[in-house]
């Protein structure tokens, strides 16, 4: 029983924190990579819990610097020959109807998944769609559009 005003680890837990959680508990191997992350942090040591377990951060605007082609070899030395499982959280993608500017273009990403031809996929999902908040089916024909590209990759 928590009492008022106590909080448990549960409350520690947010969309955000899900691979943590998850290699705390032994359920993922130790090289994970993200890919086109950013938002808002509240000081350095936000990224401390990441860099603590090995995970490697791509962040948004790092495509600037390194380039689409750069992107997809971090990705691909990180990943190397073992089984991968793709999630895609379609707020990657600017404007996907999330508060945070500076992500990747519907091309970028779909460059980048292209780039992963021949790596050992085991499954792949996107998340964060949301139909009823879907301005013009925008997001939805992005999400769609992308599951195809998955699909290739499975084929390939």
Known sequence: MVAPGQTTDQSLVTHGTFFYVAHQE?????????????????????????????????????????????????????????PVYLSLDIDVIDPAGTPEAGGWTTREVKRIIRGLSGLNFVGADIVEVSPAYDQGDITGIAAADLVHDFISLFTS
């Open 26 to 82: 032994g359920l993922i191997a130790n090289n994970s990579i993200h890919a086109g992350t950013r938002c808002k942090m509240s000081g350095a040591a936000d990224m401390d819990n990441d860099a603590s377990v090995g995970f490697r951060i791509v962040s948004a605007d790092d495509i600037d610097d390194l380039g689409v082609s750069e992107v997809i070899n971090r990705i691909r030395t990180r990943i190397g020959d073992t």
